[in-house]
């Protein structure tokens, strides 16, 4: 199952963002998303846990947690829109 977590602090990496989640259950990814020119993060990112059950317990004790003074908002992600779509009038 795949997660949107935001609000996270410009310094957490991927590493830091999976440590926080195995917590609660097997992660298969974590990756914190970063500006293509700057390289920078962009203060969201998205995690995979093998199991829904996991995931779900992540969410209910990870969303409004703080971490480096925020409070972190995870949801379930939701699948990308075409950007072409966008685009019609």
């Not at 974590?30 to 020119?37: L, M, P, S, V, Y």
């Not at 093998?50 to 409070?71: P, V």
């Amino acid at each position: 199952m795949n997660l949107y977590v935001s609000n996270l602090g410009f310094n957490v990496s991927d590493n830091d963002l999976r440590k926080l989640f195995e917590g609660y259950g097997q992660v298969s990814s974590a990756k914190i998303i970063t500006d293509r020119e700057s390289g920078r993060s962009r203060g969201f990112g998205f995690v995979e846990m093998d199991s829904e059950k996991d995931a779900n317990t992540a969410i209910s004790k990870l969303n409004g947690k703080e971490m480096d003074g925020r409070a972190l908002s995870v949801s379930v992600a939701k699948e990308r829109e075409n950007r072409s779509d966008r685009r019609k009038f």
